[in-house]
């Protein structure tokens, strides 16, 4: 489950929500573990049916989204860091308040602006922002993106217009990537 790794990893919960979002949880779609006959998702010819994701698909959606947080970092300090007279304590207290108000409303961009501020600051000391104070928080994002996952999925022409879109931003981070450093 998502909340049990992020506790455990560098890895922003965003970023596993977005990884897990796409490709679902461990590469697999819910209802379709494998050893669950009776879990097994029927699927009709109308419904979009994406490929299992490489290994390196997969490890390249998350250093893509890493290399995306690193950004906003960088943005955060290029816009004089903000939050860097905070004590730690103070600074996980802020983030665990912008965590809540954003997984009360996650598409609000402002909401998530903060959260990314504070997000920075955070991996700007090194510091794990406190996931276990706001399990439930994270669990009603990690609902509110598979709802919103289940209605793109419900909509194959959407659904195959944001995986499209998807892929063309992983090309394009490969490319720059892969770029020769001058």
Same mark, same amino acid.
């Given at each position: 489950m998502i909340s049990d790794r992020a506790t455990n990893s560098q890895v922003a919960p965003r970023v596993l929500l977005e990884v897990e979002w796409h490709f679902g949880e461990n590469?697999?779609?819910?209802?379709?573990?494998?050893?669950?006959?009776m879990a097994q998702r029927r699927t009709s010819k109308s419904q979009v049916r994406r490929p299992e994701?490489?290994?390196?698909?997969r490890d390249d959606l998350v250093s893509m989204l890493l290399a995306e947080?690193?950004?906003? @970092? #960088?943005d955060y300090v290029r816009r004089g860091r903000a939050h860097r007279n905070l004590t730690d304590?103070? %600074?996980?207290?802020?983030?665990? @308040? #912008?965590?809540r108000a954003h997984s009360q409303e996650p598409r609000l961009g402002?909401?998530?602006?903060? %959260?990314?501020?504070?997000q920075a600051e955070l991996d700007l000391?090194?510091?794990d922002p406190p996931f276990d104070a706001v399990r439930e928080d994270l669990d009603r994002l990690t609902a509110a993106a598979t709802a919103t996952f289940e209605q793109?999925?419900?909509?194959?022409?959407r659904f195959e217009d944001v995986d499209k879109d998807l892929r063309a931003d992983l090309t394009a981070f490969r490319e720059k990537r892969d770029r020769p450093k001058s």
């Amino acid at each position: 489950m998502i909340s049990d790794r992020a506790t455990n990893s560098q890895v922003a919960p965003r970023v596993l929500l977005e990884v897990e979002w796409h490709f679902g949880e461990n590469g697999v779609e819910p209802g379709q573990r494998e050893g669950n006959a009776m879990a097994q998702r029927r699927t009709s010819k109308s419904q979009v049916r994406r490929p299992e994701p490489s290994d390196k698909m997969r490890d390249d959606l998350v250093s893509m989204l890493l290399a995306e947080q690193m950004d906003f @970092a #960088a943005d955060y300090v290029r816009r004089g860091r903000a939050h860097r007279n905070l004590t730690d304590a103070e %600074l996980r207290e802020e983030w665990k @308040a #912008a965590f809540r108000a954003h997984s009360q409303e996650p598409r609000l961009g402002l909401l998530r602006r903060t %959260l990314q501020d504070f997000q920075a600051e955070l991996d700007l000391r090194k510091l794990d922002p406190p996931f276990d104070a706001v399990r439930e928080d994270l669990d009603r994002l990690t609902a509110a993106a598979t709802a919103t996952f289940e209605q793109l999925r419900a909509d194959p022409e959407r659904f195959e217009d944001v995986d499209k879109d998807l892929r063309a931003d992983l090309t394009a981070f490969r490319e720059k990537r892969d770029r020769p450093k001058s």
